[in-house]
């Protein structure tokens, strides 16, 4: 080859090469899509059979999801380890884009199954935005049709999963159905193909969803950690209108698309649990022991139809022993930041503050990805104190499932802060007595 031509073909390849590791000749041979409509999140899991048409080797999968947030996404791989990706940018901002590690080279011509697994948190919607009292609920889900893929695809089989007879309409005639399930059959999808689909169907559960917890850690020193959270719950279903029987108000009433029972769980060592709702104490509270865990469940005051919402607040101890570690110079609190709320409920907001020992200097915080440090306050919390403790404020919108994580923070503490304390109490009684004689002498 000639010493220019070369030199074009490097030039050439130059500002390509982070694209190079992309653009190869993949084809998906087979797609095997199931999507649950069955529950509040819609989860789709994709068994992709590729091949690697080009005359590289390739070790990377660029994964293309059709929507700008995906909110959990997994990939493994044939033996059912996961693996590792990046989210890389998109000129698209309707779409997202993922370059998965496939942990090994794929020769020209190599076979290779990936899965992927992804969570949608809002795309299944209301499709109408009010209902009656004895209507059904009914929801909508909307989508590409056919595997949304950077690649050509030969074969796919997409299938949907329903609530036994619950559809209603589907915008698309499926090649099958039975009374749980739609499936379509694809040959030959071309790249980025944005044909779209809805599906139509009664699904009568409440659509719950946390739209903010404040979660309060009480870390003092005196043998417990004090645990307040603070839920807002709404029902972001179709929005009850019109007039509705009275009886729907009853506790225990299980009405379409309204919710009376919560769960969650709380540590096994867990104790003094006091629970609030807006108008005071609430008795209608159960507890369950169980070897690792404790279930409170507990009943909203009345049934939470669409668009209606709810407040309580969930306070209770734990040992200090438990979260509370000594290093060599000072104290390692392992705890987790946020724990099981309410059972599959998106987050929609959260703020997390923890309230360290007035004198604690932070030394170091080990914090999961999902939330953010949002910064550093001091507060007396409603205690005795006298320059206030240090508030470690963390924040976080938009976590799915897997939001239960630890928090790690380092910080050391000097010993006499812990007598400041006790002693500042009885100052202030020592003044209050001497408040008390002074007025005693005044008076007579
Ligand atoms: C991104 O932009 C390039 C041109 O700059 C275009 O060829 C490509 O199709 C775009 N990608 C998408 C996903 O639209
Ligand atoms: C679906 O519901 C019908 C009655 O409505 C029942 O006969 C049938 O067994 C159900 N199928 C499944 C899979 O639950
Ligand atoms: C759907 O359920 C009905 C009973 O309601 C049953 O007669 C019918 O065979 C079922 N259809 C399929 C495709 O399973
Ligand atoms: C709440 O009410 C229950 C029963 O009515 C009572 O046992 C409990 O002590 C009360 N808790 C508080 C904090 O008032
Ligand atoms: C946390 O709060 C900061 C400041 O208010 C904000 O910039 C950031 O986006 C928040 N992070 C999350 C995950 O909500």
Redesign the pocket.
Known sequence: MCPHLMLLLFIYALPCDSEARYVTNIVNLEVQSKTDLRNQFALTKNLIIFQNRGPNTIHTYKYIVAEPDPHRIHFYNPEGTELEFEQTPTNESRFSSFVVDLNRNIHPNEKYTLLGKIAYVRKIQPAQKNRHENEDQVMKFENQARFFSSYYTKFSKVEYLLR??SLIETSLVPSFRT??SLVYIFYNTVRFDSSLIEIVFVNNNAFLTITNLERTIDINHFGKIIIEDEVIVRNIGARLVGPYSPSALAPLSDQKGASNWLYTHLPASAENVQFYDVLGNSSATKIYHFLNYMTLKFRTRYPLFGGWKTSYVLRYEVPLYEYLFTLDSSFLLQIRAIDYVLDKMAIESVTIRIVLPEGALIKGIVKPEIIDFKNEEVSCLGGLCLFGRPVLVLNGSDLFDDYIVNVNVEYSLKWWYLLRAPLVLSIYLEFGFVLVICANKVKF
């Open positions: 036994n007879e009374n749980t």
